[in-house]
């Protein structure tokens, strides 16, 4: 899928991208935006997500540059093993694919799954979540929602 | 008195989920029933459910209103954890040739104290709620319950316990109080104010004025007096009736306060845990951080893996194919080797000139080596798998759901104790220091307020005393003056007699009741000591002061089972004197006794005690195979409490014989 257009240079996420990853980057990551960057892009590839449905602009500037997104090149070179996107523009690839990622993975939670279920459902052939954890799970979201009403 | 249990229903209570009308009916030739249980069974718990069912206090010497806080301790915890709320205990007994049916139940909803209801039926007829106590009290009264219902740690304290003035006194009013006593000294007062009456109109009659002036004069002091008595006692007795209410209220609201104490401790123990745990919940966060973060290529990893294993299938056809070149183009090299002759490489031989054949093969092995090049074929990428395999991370997600199942845990563990932490927390609401403080000091004042109010009671029973021995002697003076009516005269004389006669009778019936508690219990004690010849007997003073008789005198010194002996006697004694027949529920009574007392006591004292006798044991004081030999075809019924499951709170009871 090769194209004349130029890679991008900067990247980031639209507005409901960035609604989505504020709360998951301070949950799951210590509030590290770019780590939970990089997961969106990694479980966006293992959810099997599909780019062509990640919005074609609106992208407000996050990441300057590929040194500062993907220093060390793993990106890329998943991208590349997977053939994912534009072979030519894997920075407008990663854009796409943290932008779908992370919506998703803030929707999932939302709907009361961990993120241990997330990541057990795109990777095949490791132990699932059992249904008493996920009844746990919802016993605490729902007590924890009664507890918000009490107070 | 004709008085029988029948059997006894279980519901939910201390480890009995259901125990359904166990029966407890004996025949005269056969009337014991003894129920065997190891220690933690559950033998205490049942007898506590036959108390709790009769007077709605499962423990003895406390109130129905005291014991409802500490109910919750009763109530069966698996039956809480399936949700269930009801604690119920029913007995059937029978009573002057009536069928009595008592239910009890306690409700728990919410965390305060339970609801408890209660339900006679006295044959088809339904006893109103307010007339129960009443009702039973007439039948086994509670003052004297201590007796028919023996708890064997009672033992431990009785002989001393009868040393001190108080209980003394209690144990003498509430002998007394069975017996009518108060009856009789309440009647007494009345026929007072009726003499009082016959002397004033007999000083009417007085013709002489100056007489008739002093003894009116003198009966309106003595009137004036009794009357003084009457408003005085009157007033101590709602004072005191007061009091004692308001005293339940604040040993009420003490034993709440004992309860806080416990919250305000476990509030301690369950913050240090939560802030224990919520450290341990900062760590698997952070360990759950670390792992997102450095294993952030984990949910690709399954798309790499398929990737890598085409890679790797590839790389395995490249390698394939390049040996199979390989071979092609050495077996070409040998066969152009052996065309062009020369020496054998192996065994250095000179190669015999080539044969036809050896140029076909020749042939056909450049073309499997052209076919095999032209079939191509890339070189194996190895960098490429390398990268790959550096790229899959298969730690990070079972790394994580371990975290996530430690992280669950701690959570659940948490969520339960800030549950716990908010309901003690309502409940200390409201509760300060001085509030405690405050109960602490009205307790003690009621408690002197109600000594003072008895010790008051007492010096106007002897005031009373006082002022009908004057109007005796003012009817005897006024009988002697001249003009007496002799129709006023023989009123009198007969109010004052039948006066006598009530005092004489409170007295001898006291006296009776004294030297038949003494006579039974020294015979019980003759009967249940190892040596009798060494003893007298038991001396029960008129204020129940008790003492042992030896053969140099009074107050003869005895080890402790002696004094264990001494009070077996002394309850049995009392138990007879007080309700005569009826049954006796004995808690672990032999416990502390060697095997000869128990067999005495289980031959001769059991008995002595009534038509009916159930007795709660554990092997560590009579065996099963004891209580045959010991007490043969006089036990009517046997059970044992067994656990079902392993669960030690949960029990049930077999019959065994």
Redesign the interface.
């Known amino acids: 899928m090769a194209t004349d257009r130029a890679d991008k240079q900067q990247i980031g996420l639209t507005q409901e991208g960035n609604d989505a990853i504020e709360p998951v980057a301070k949950e799951?990551?210590?509030g590290?935006q770019k780590?939970a960057y990089?997961?969106a892009i990694?479980?966006a590839?293992?959810?099997?997500l599909d780019i062509v449905s990640a919005p074609q602009g609106g992208y407000t500037t996050k990441y300057n540059g590929i040194g500062t997104i993907d220093p060390t090149g793993?990106v890329r070179?998943?991208l590349e093993?997977?053939d994912i996107g534009e072979p030519d523009r894997p920075l407008a690839t990663m854009e796409k694919l943290a932008e779908i990622g992370i919506r998703e993975i803030a929707q999932r939670l939302s709907g009361n799954e961990?993120?241990?279920e997330i990541?057990?459902n795109?990777?095949?052939?490791?132990?699932q979540?059992t249904q008493a954890?996920r009844a746990?799970?919802a016993a605490?979201v729902a007590?924890d929602a009664q507890n918000e009403r009490d107070r | 008195m004709s008085l029988e249990f029948e059997s006894v229903s279980l519901q939910n209570f201390g480890p009995y989920r259901s125990i359904v009308d166990l029966n407890l009916l004996t025949h005269p030739d056969a009337p014991i029933v003894v129920i065997h249980g190891e220690n933690t069974l559950g033998k205490t718990s049942l007898f506590r459910a036959l108390r709790w069912c009769l007077y709605g206090a499962p423990e003895a010497g406390k109130t129905a209103a005291e014991s409802s806080r500490s109910l919750r301790e009763y109530m069966n915890r698996p039956a809480i954890a399936d949700g269930e709320t009801d604690m119920q205990v029913s007995m059937k007994f029978t009573a002057d040739a009536q069928k009595f049916h008592l239910t009890r139940t306690a409700r728990f909803e919410g965390g305060g104290a339970p609801k408890v209801t209660a339900d006679l039926r006295i044959d088809a007829e339904v006893i109103q709620p307010a007339a129960i106590d009443a009702e039973i009290g007439r039948q086994l009264h509670p003052q004297i319950s201590e007796f028919f219902l023996f708890d064997g740690e009672l033992l431990r304290d009785f002989y001393d316990r009868l040393n001190s003035d108080r209980e003394r006194d209690l144990l003498k009013q509430s002998i007394e109080s069975v017996l009518g006593i108060p009856a009789l000294q309440l009647a007494g007062r009345d026929i007072s104010v009726m003499t009082q009456d016959a002397t004033s109109r007999q000083a009417k009659a007085i013709r002489n004025r100056d007489d008739a002036a002093n003894a009116r004069r003198q009966l309106a002091v003595l009137k004036s007096r009794q009357e003084s008595i009457e408003k005085d006692r009157a007033e101590v007795e709602t004072a005191l009736r007061k009091a004692q209410v308001d005293l339940d209220d604040v040993n009420e609201q003490i034993a709440a306060v004992d309860e806080l104490k416990a919250d305000a401790r476990e509030m301690e123990t369950l913050e240090a845990a939560i802030k224990g745990t919520e450290a341990e919940e900062r760590q698997i966060r952070e360990d759950m951080r670390n792992l997102l973060t450095g294993g952030w290529l984990a949910p690709a990893s399954a798309k790499l893996s398929v990737v890598l294993k085409r890679v790797e299938d590839q790389n395995d056809n490249a390698q394939r194919q390049q040996k199979a070149i390989q071979a092609a183009r050495e077996r070409v090299d040998v066969l152009q080797k052996q065309i062009q002759g020369g020496t054998c490489p192996t065994c250095h031989q000179e190669l015999p000139p080539p044969e036809e054949a050896t140029r076909l093969a020749l042939a056909s092995a450049e073309d499997d080596l052209a076919r095999l090049k032209a079939a191509g074929g890339a070189e194996p990428d190895l960098r490429l798998e390398r990268r790959i395999r550096e790229l899959i991370d298969t730690s990070t997600l079972p790394a994580y759901q371990q975290a996530q199942e430690r992280l669950n845990k701690v959570l659940s563990a948490q969520y339960s104790r800030n549950r716990r932490l908010t309901s003690i927390k309502d409940r200390l609401k409201g509760n300060d220091a001085a509030a405690i403080r405050k109960l602490a000091y009205d307790q003690q004042q009621l408690e002197s307020a109600i000594e003072e109010y008895k010790n008051s009671l007492r010096q106007l029973g002897d005031d009373q005393t006082k002022v009908q021995s004057d109007q005796n002697r003012q009817a005897s003076a006024i009988r002697r003056l001249a003009n007496a009516q002799p129709d006023l005269a023989a009123e009198a004389y007969f109010f004052e007699y039948v006066q006598q006669l009530v005092e004489r009778t409170i007295e001898r019936y006291q006296e009776r009741t004294r030297a038949e508690v003494e006579r039974t219990s020294t015979a019980m004690f003759m009967k249940l000591i190892r040596n009798p010849e060494g003893y007298e007997g038991i001396r029960i003073g008129r204020d129940y002061r008790v003492e042992l008789i030896g053969r140099r005198g009074p107050a003869m010194k005895t080890s402790e089972g002696g004094r264990q002996l001494i009070a077996l006697s002394l309850i049995g004694a009392l138990k007879r004197a007080a309700v005569r027949g009826g049954p006796v529920v004995l808690d672990s009574p032999l416990a502390r006794l060697d095997l000869e007392h128990r067999a005495n006591v289980l031959q001769e004292w059991v008995p002595e005690l009534g038509n009916q006798a159930i007795l709660l044991v554990q092997s560590g004081e009579l065996t099963e195979e004891q209580a045959r030999d010991i007490m043969g075809n006089r036990i009517g019924q046997a059970y044992r409490i067994y656990r079902p499951n392993d669960d030690p709170e949960e029990a049930d009871i077999v019959r065994t014989q």
């Open positions: 799951y990551f210590g590290s780590e990089l997961f990694s479980f590839i293992g959810a099997d793993s070179e998943l093993i997977l961990t993120m241990a990541m057990s795109v990777v095949s052939g490791l132990p979540t954890e746990f799970h605490m007590g």
